[in-house]
């Protein structure tokens, strides 16, 4: 609010990007909820996963509504998020149900983190729509129960995963710094100019990193990792 | 309604597997449009089949739903028709996108006709449930225009999807008659043993012929498949 502020324009057009980046991104969930029910072995955890698909499909929706409501073209506002996001999808995708379940837990909640951070930085009312599409759909206990129950049959997977959900944050921090770089009125909205917004930011990816291991203890995944723990600080 | 009438348990035992197999029919149309959705090429097209595919699974919510009020766990109801309608959906993967509209109007069309045949020979509240869940979700019209596109920009086409649509038809009529053979429940639908009833069916069969037809005329795949039509009289 001191130095260099946004202006009105700059912070609709972050605004707009963060919609439609949301909105891409919750459609791409609902295709992988779906193709993950399509190969679910059982009934029951197929109408679980199915449910989870349509409730985000509605998150979907909203998004659109809202990018309509706003005169915003949602072809074109998602248009710009489409590489990066597929190019996430491409690099992690899991080779079996085990790592479609860590991917959907601990590669969704940090994107959720990356959206709600940057939701923190904008009105009220775009805060609110952020926090409701990314609700969570009843899928981290299904998730969570799921993996838990495959590690105490078959302890050495918790290794495995460890390192995969690993791997998934680093892709997705690495996807968050390009979509950053290539948008510039995200880049505004992030860099903001004034010093107390820089360290609410650095506050917020302190949050970040807490949640996440939060995440993976929730998994049983904590503490299988530890060979590659220590290159975090170099 | 003469001669060997079903009793009221075998009619409920009907109505059950009329409902569980179209419940898995509809969570298999929901897996099949979701996946045709993550493939489109443009975002509107995704959006359109994704919108398809989350009315499908309210379709699918409210036979579930019927089967709980009749007191029956929709899993056992469901299973004894996942080979039949997974060996269908196996033996007729589309090689492409076209081929994947076509199969969702033409194989969907007539997978639809013979449920509402099956529901034609029940009480009115399945019936009116049978017919609910199984109208157009806007499906047709999206896949005409498609296909129609695709076949004025290259008429090459029509020839192979003419003979592809009428492998669908011959795959569905085989499943159908499987699960017709296997489940004793349907069968006594069907066969009723009514005398009234078979002329019924007949006729229901020649009105399945005819609709067939006119997908085919709508597709503008009529008159592309010739040679292999005299065989249908043999």
Request: hydrophobic share 45%; glycine share 8%; net charge negative.
């Amino acid at each position: 609010m001191l130095a260099n502020p946004p202006t009105d324009s700059e912070h609709a057009d972050g605004v707009v990007d963060l919609l439609g980046m949301l909105a891409y991104a919750t459609l791409s969930g609902f295709f992988r909820l779906s193709a993950d029910a399509a190969v679910a072995e059982s009934l029951p955890d197929k109408i679980a996963l199915g449910e989870m698909a349509v409730t985000e499909y509605g998150h979907f929706r909203l998004l659109l509504g809202r990018l309509e409501q706003l005169n915003v073209d949602p072809d074109a506002a998602m248009r710009p998020f489409v590489p990066a996001l597929d190019a996430f999808h491409a690099r992690t995708r899991p080779a079996d149900w085990l790592e479609g379940l860590v991917k959907a837990y601990v590669g969704d909640g940090i994107s959720a983190d990356f959206y709600r951070m940057i939701a923190d930085l904008t009105d009220t009312r775009t805060q609110t729509l952020v926090n409701e599409v990314l609700a969570d759909t009843g899928h981290a206990d299904f998730v969570i129960v799921r993996v838990r129950e495959a590690i105490t049959a078959n302890p050495s997977v918790a290794g495995r995963l460890a390192l995969w959900a690993r791997r998934l944050v680093g892709e997705a921090v690495g996807q968050a710094q390009r979509v950053a770089s290539e948008r510039e009125a995200l880049a505004h909205l992030l860099a903001g100019g004034d010093p107390a917004q820089r360290g609410k930011i650095s506050r917020m990816f302190a949050r970040l990193t807490d949640a996440n291991s939060r995440r993976m203890a929730a998994l049983g995944l904590t503490g299988h990792s530890t060979r590659s723990r220590s290159a975090d600080r170099s």
